[in-house]
Nanobody, 122 residues
Framework: QVQLLESGGGSVQAGGSLTLSCDAS????????MAWFRQAPGQAREAVAT???????FYTDSVKGRFTIFQGNANDTLYLKMIDLKPEDTGLYYC????????????????WGQGTQVTVSA
């Protein structure tokens, strides 16, 4: 399995912005299906955004228009740009990957990072 390492989390006030990064241990792996998930305290983990190998993107309704998932041009880093952050965006954000097949919010992912914490205060 590919090793994934997230970074970029932090604490911001509502309305602020953060950009999360996810580095993959294997070159080219990030051209496959990649995703960002989050888990708030006491809640189930939820898919936030996915990016397929042909660039198709899906977002959960609560982040549409505010979050953007994209791939770095020169490397295998996956990003999640988040603007207009809200307290309900608080959670541990995970990067995930899968090698083939479907690439949707409901897909099953095989590789996971350890997560990076995002805290948004009112």
């Amino acid at each position: 399995q590919v090793q994934l390492l997230e970074s970029g989390g932090g604490s911001v006030q509502a309305g602020g912005s953060l950009t999360l990064s996810c580095d993959a241990s294997e070159t080219g792996y990030s051209t496959m299906c990649m995703a960002w998930f989050r888990q708030a305290p006491g809640q189930a983990r939820e898919a936030v955004a996915t990016r397929g190998k042909f660039g198709t993107k899906f977002y959960t309704d609560s982040v549409k228009g505010r979050f953007t998932i994209f791939q770095g041009n020169a490397n295998d880093t996956l990003y999640l740009k988040m603007i207009d952050l809200k307290p309900e965006d608080t959670g541990l954000y995970y990067c995930a990957a899968k090698g083939s097949g479907d690439c949707y919010l409901g897909s099953s992912f095989t590789s996971w990072g350890q997560g990076t914490q995002v805290t948004v205060s009112a």
